[in-house]
Each structure stands twice: as structure tokens, then as C-alpha cells.
């Protein structure tokens, strides 16, 4: 299941708190933050986790919070929305390390 985001005039948005909640199968959202969202383009619950994850100052920066406050409003989603959105989403494995260029010629015997 993938909640679609909704508009909640109840829901209050705090730093370090989205002020989200599933209801019904959708993720009932703040009303400034579901218009800062779908400006980007996010419709679904599994879209705001995935953006919050790969763009959090971004994020941060839209919502006028700091980086910490950003890290605990994201655990706080991910709690809420464990259960009702793919644990791949939740907890992303960190992107594999490439190296580039040649390697330093003393370690290359090694």
C-alpha cells in the first residue's frame, strides 16, 4: 500500500514534526506542507520518504527547520508510516562507494 497525501487542516506543523498521520489509507498532512510538496511533485506517502531521504536539506530549507529538526520530523514519518509503505523505502541501504581514477601505485601490490 502507498498512501496518497492529503490535506488535514487539524494536523499542526512543528520543527521535528511533520504533523503527519495515516487515516483511512491516506497520510492526512498539514495543509502548507501538502502544498510545498505537490509543488514538487509529491503525491504519495512513499514519495515524501523517498524525498526526505535523498534531499533533506532541500527539504529543510523549504520548511524553514534546521537539519536536526529535519532528522527527527523524517524518524517520526518513517514510524508512522511503517506498516503502510515498503520497508525498502523506509530504510534505504546506503548507494554502493565507486572509487575513480587510478589507484595510488604504492597500494596497488598490496
Not at 24 to 49: Q, T, Y
Request: hydrophobic share 40%; proline share 9%.
Amino acid at each position: 500500500m502507498n498512501p496518497l497525501l492529503v490535506a488535514d487542516a487539524s494536523a499542526e506543523l512543528a520543527p521535528g514534526n511533520f504533523g503527519s498521520v495515516v487515516k483511512d489509507d491516506r497520510l492526512h498532512v498539514p495543509p502548507k506542507l501538502h502544498s510545498m510538496l505537490r509543488r514538487h511533485g509529491i503525491h504519495s506517502a512513499e514519495d515524501f520518504v523517498s524525498y526526505a531521504n535523498a534531499f533533506p536539506s532541500a527539504l529543510a530549507a523549504d520548511l524553514g527547520w534546521r537539519p536536526e529538526d529535519l532528522i527527527r520530523g523524517r524518524v517520526a514519518l518513517v514510524s508512522c508510516l511503517r506498516g503502510h509503505v515498503r520497508s525498502e523505502v523506509l530504510s534505504p541501504t546506503d548507494p554502493p562507494r565507486f572509487g575513480y581514477g587510478a589507484l595510488d601505485p604504492r597500494q596497488a601490490n598490496r
